[in-house]
């Protein structure tokens, strides 16, 4: 029991607490150290944020052969007859091209069902049978195929077929039921696919149907490409890097034919997105290692905050923040690492070479920090024309795999700047999200463990030390009570 110093005439809690305040101030620093080091990890938090945007939302995709694509292809005479789509690897050779026959699906188409039938109707009610009616889809030999069985019962609905062969993607089917010419259709999903055969008495018995008589075999797909015939098993093939789609069969004279060429836009669209990500990631980082530091602006105590405005807490607060990864080296490093991989990328070929200062792109002003700019577009644009193959390397690497690019060697430099971040302050390689959980294990998560531990076991002790001041205070109260006491007593006697 704390006792109010009535007997001494003494403030005695306003003493303790002058007495303690020169105690605490050990504490004090500890908890401001504790706080500065939050900031710093939520610094550190917020960077590695910007960074793993950067690298798993625009360089993961920018580092997509599509989006550097740098040729386009084109079709003239019969445009009907096929369309196009230009690779990376597309080689300009002109072709022409004949389609004979397009690739076609395995198709089973049962007679009609009946007038008055509908999806709703049961199998029970058709032709004959009362099942439990199988149907089944083989594939392979004749001796030893792969099948996959269906059992249905009488009191299935056509519609409940329909959502069963449908319903199961290992069975490589569609099933369709034609209201209008009341037949049940089934169709492999595979093209030109011979050895596709459906057999069962859901086929035979409810449908009334002969399987080997009502399937159409699916065939290869017929082209002549160049004079050289192609027999795809679908109505899709690559030639000379360009995607071919076969859409209708052509006469012996109503030919297609296909040219190729350089076409930068797609190309330099990609590579204007990347400057524009890159200027503002090596901003934001750039602004947080050159943020200037006030280090006479300590983190506040409550009883700092008592005696101040909201705004003025805020103030404080955002120049005690300020500047606490300053010339940091993880960042600075990152940013230095980023800088010499643009600036010494080129690709070489013959006695030339490429670069980004050869195709249009420069860096600003020292004081700029690393800016990229796209200063010449038409220069870029004729690099393409004259050099596509190369312009294609110097940023997603050779199409061998043998060289990376600048896209493929930025993403690789940037992991090991997070995974350098996520050593030191806990925070995660792959996620952009502010609110996450930072790694205790990490070297300021260990940190910030012993400064709890040290601030836990000092605050114990200066309760310790204040109680024995009011432990002290109290003795002396008591003492002076007992005197004041003993006073009034011998007053009495002599009174």
Do not use: C, H
């Not at 004090?28 to 910007?50: F, G, H, P, V």
């Not at 991989?341 to 070479?353: A, E, I, N, P, T």
């Not at 700019?373 to 043998?402: C, H, R, W």
């Amino acid at each position: 029991m704390r006792v109010s110093g009535l007997s001494s005439g003494m403030e005695i809690d306003t003493l303790v607490k002058q007495m303690m305040t020169a105690k605490r101030a050990p504490l004090d620093k500890l908890n401001q150290n504790k706080q500065i080091l939050e900031w710093r990890r939520d610094s550190y938090r917020t960077m590695n944020s910007a960074l793993v945007d950067f690298r798993q939302n625009k360089l993961d995709k920018y580092k997509k052969a599509s989006e550097m694509n740098i040729y386009s292809a084109e079709v003239s005479g019969n445009k009907d007859a096929i369309s196009v789509k230009a690779t990376t690897s597309a080689n300009q050779v002109p072709m022409t091209v004949k389609v004979d026959a397009l690739a076609t699906q395995t198709t089973l188409e049962t007679a009609s069902l009946g007038a008055g039938t509908t999806a709703s109707t049961k199998l029970g009610s058709l032709n004959s049978g009362s099942g439990p009616f199988t149907f089944t889809v083989l594939r392979g030999s004749e001796t030893s195929p792969v099948k996959q069985t269906f059992e249905f019962s009488k009191d299935d609905t056509i519609q409940d077929v329909l959502k069963k062969l449908n319903g199961d993607s290992s069975a490589g089917i569609s099933a369709t039921f034609d209201e209008a010419g009341k037949k049940f259709i089934i169709k492999s999903k595979e093209y030109g696919n011979e050895t596709v055969r459906f057999e069962g008495d859901l086929l035979t018995d409810a449908f009334g149907t002969d399987p080997k008589t009502a399937t159409t075999k699916g065939q290869a797909a017929s082209v002549f490409i160049n004079g050289t015939e192609y027999n795809p098993s679908s109505n899709q093939l690559t030639v000379n890097g360009v995607q071919i789609t076969l859409l209708k069969e052509t006469g012996p004279t109503d030919l297609a034919t296909i040219t190729t060429k350089p076409d930068g836009k797609k190309a330099i669209e990609t590579i204007k997105s990347f400057i524009s990500d890159y200027n503002s990631l090596i901003a934001t980082l750039n602004s947080k290692v050159s943020e200037q530091r006030f280090r006479s602006y300590t983190p506040l105590s409550a009883e700092q905050k008592k005696d101040m405005t909201e705004d003025d807490i805020k103030n404080w607060e955002a120049r005690a923040k300020s500047g606490l990864l300053r010339n940091d080296e993880i960042l600075v490093e990152g940013l230095s690492s980023m800088r010499t991989l643009l600036s010494s990328s080129s690709v070489k070929f013959g006695d030339k070479s490429i670069n980004l200062a050869s195709i249009g792109i420069t860096t600003g002003a020292y004081t700029e920090n690393g800016k990229l700019y796209l200063s010449d577009e038409t220069k870029l644009m004729k690099a393409i024309e004259d050099n596509p193959e190369q312009v294609m390397e110097l940023f997603i690497g050779s199409t061998d795999g043998t060289r990376k690019g600048i896209f493929d060697n930025m993403y690789d430099n940037l992991n090991v700047t997070l995974s350098r971040m996520s050593e030191k302050a806990g925070t995660a390689k792959y996620s952009t999200d502010l609110t996450i959980s930072l790694n205790e294990q990490s070297t300021m998560g260990k940190e910030l463990t012993d400064l709890n531990s040290r601030i836990s076991t000092l605050a114990k002790k200066l309760t310790q030390i204040e109680n024995n001041y009011y432990t002290q205070f109290t003795a002396m109260e008591k003492a002076i009570n007992k005197l004041n006491s003993q006073s009034a007593s011998l007053a009495s006697f002599t009174g």
